[in-house]
């Protein structure tokens, strides 16, 4: 038998979008097959209909050659079919071995015991390293990924869907992604990943099947195509992987930073004596590896952490004492790296979203009396300029947009306030390449147009492609600031880790 799954001719609509109009998708047995798209194209809504969580108006499903109606997410499990969400479905304060063995309760007698050792037993076979007895709370965004996988291997799963795999993974983490990968096709599963990221399929699919605003575009040989070629198919133009810009022109300080100590979650310093100093004109780029002082950084000048000592200055203003709104108007706009906890409410619609920081200024209120017609101007000016697509326009609730569309929508909104400082934290995190490179454009518009643009990136290429300067830390410290054009990977790669400069070049 070819395929293992089949997908056919997937027609699903949504309160004004279609979401799949007639795709078609083949899995083979045994293959890394790469579902590529714009965000909002359909990935997602196809993928969700195969695992049972929604069902299709019209189409055809075979499982192992056999058509099968796929009613909810136990059928698929049945049917050897499991998937890892974008967003995590895990209960942050139980244990690994509890979150696996949820939803069984009803199907046998729990023992835990039993179950530990089965958890620890795949673990070790699939390279997971996972302790069974850890906390969901405790362990990092990557091994709570393994823990999905080990939801579905558990269950038998032959099928595995993955959903963004990478979008919130560390470079390290990425890697390690791809040998659970290659472990798990040699094991003889099947796996279908859900992506954007075109290095990424080139590293690990065999095919893809690419979609464009919910139509089916084609079926590729990876190995027989460019990534070129793909992200035009995906796309509908030519892409542009290069950030185009002239020399920097900086001129005054915007942000000044000086002897700054923040205290990190575990109440121990997660910033020390920091001291960094941002000009317009200028992009700053901060580069590390995740939780060594970034956040802390970011959240101390944003208001959203208190510190310890140190002053910061935005345009002269001394703000560490003042309020998150008193620091927005003194020309602060902030990108935030987890737009559900920091740059959205969910449940509000696009239009309340995109007028949260302006919501008490008029022409949006009055005497406290929200203007509507004002705020759906503003949000469909923002929604057109950034591309947000949104089935009920600026009506629709944040929370049906897809996760590249919420994230235009933060970055929409806050360069739309032309502040004299922006923070720029994984600004492009699940973004498609169209839309990075649409970004991209719009942070060196903010630095011709004279703004200061603090950039904090876990990928290492933005950092290279946007940044004037590269501020350096390492273990809650700045280990060095450098021009861009005297630097290169391998060097802020050593620095990222602790290493000097100076110390390099003995």
Not at 30 to 36: D, F, I, P, T, Y
Not at 129 to 150: A, F, H, T
Request: overall charge negative; charged content about 25%.
């Amino acid at each position: 038998m070819e395929y293992i799954i089949e997908m056919i001719d997937i027609y699903k609509e949504f309160p004004g979008v279609i979401a799949n109009n007639n795709i078609t998708l083949r899995l083979k047995k045994g293959e890394v097959h790469a579902l590529l798209g714009e965000n909002g194209a359909g990935k997602s809504t196809l993928m969700s209909i195969l695992f049972g969580l929604y069902h299709a108006d019209r189409g055809t499903i075979k499982v192992r050659g056999k058509e099968v109606n796929i009613q909810n997410p136990n059928v698929a499990y049945d049917l050897g079919i499991g998937m890892v969400h974008q967003h995590f479905q895990l209960v942050h304060n139980f244990t690994v071995t509890e979150n696996i063995i949820l939803g069984s309760e009803g199907k046998q007698i729990l023992d835990r015991k039993t179950a530990s050792k089965k958890i620890k037993d795949l673990s070790v076979r699939y390279g997971l390293n996972i302790n069974p007895n850890d906390k969901i709370e405790d362990i990092s965004v990557g091994m709570q990924q393994r823990v999905e996988i080990l939801k579905m291997l558990y269950r038998d799963a032959e099928v595995l869907i993955f959903d963004e795999p990478t979008a919130v993974l560390t470079p390290q983490e990425i890697i390690e992604l791809m040998n659970i990968i290659r472990n798990l096709i040699e094991e003889g599963k099947s796996v279908i990943l859900i992506t954007h990221k075109l290095k990424e399929i080139k590293l690990i699919a065999d095919r893809c099947t690419i979609i464009r605003r919910g139509k089916y575009i084609g079926t590729v040989d990876v190995g027989k195509t460019t990534t070129g070629e793909m992200a035009k198919m995906m796309v509908g133009r030519e892409v542009l992987f290069n950030v185009d810009k002239d020399e920097a022109k900086p001129g005054e300080v915007i942000l000044e930073i000086n002897d700054l100590n923040v205290l990190n979650s575990r109440k121990t310093l997660g910033l020390k004596n920091f001291s960094l100093s941002v000009k317009c004109g200028e992009v700053m780029g901060v580069a590390g590896v995740e939780g060594n002082g970034q956040t802390e950084l970011v959240e101390a000048i944003t208001g959203l952490r208190k510190t310890e000592s140190g002053t910061i200055h935005i345009s002269g203003n001394e703000i560490s004492r003042l309020s998150i709104r008193k620091r927005y108007e003194t020309g602060l706009s902030y990108i935030p790296e987890d737009r559900h906890k920091h740059g959205l409410i969910l449940d509000y619609t696009v239009g309340e979203n995109m007028i949260m920081k302006l919501y008490y200024q008029e022409p949006y209120s009055k005497r406290g009396i929200l203007n509507p017609t004002a705020i759906e101007e503003h949000s469909n000016k923002v929604m057109e300029l950034f591309d947000v697509r949104a089935g009920e326009g600026n009506m629709s609730l944040a929370s049906n947009l897809s996760g590249g569309n919420q994230q235009k929508a933060i970055v929409g909104r806050e360069i739309d306030m032309n502040p004299d400082l922006l923070i720029a934290f994984q600004p492009t995190r699940g973004l498609d390449v169209g839309a990075i490179e649409y970004i991209h454009k719009r942070i060196i518009e903010q630095r011709d147009a004279g703004k200061a643009v603090l950039l904090v990136s876990l990928e290492l290429d933005e950092i290279l492609d946007l940044s004037d300067r590269v501020a350096v830390v390492a273990g809650g410290e700045l280990i060095d600031v450098v021009n861009i054009e005297d630097t290169n990977e391998n060097e802020l790669g050593l620095m990222m880790t602790g290493v000097r400069r100076e110390d390099m070049h003995e």
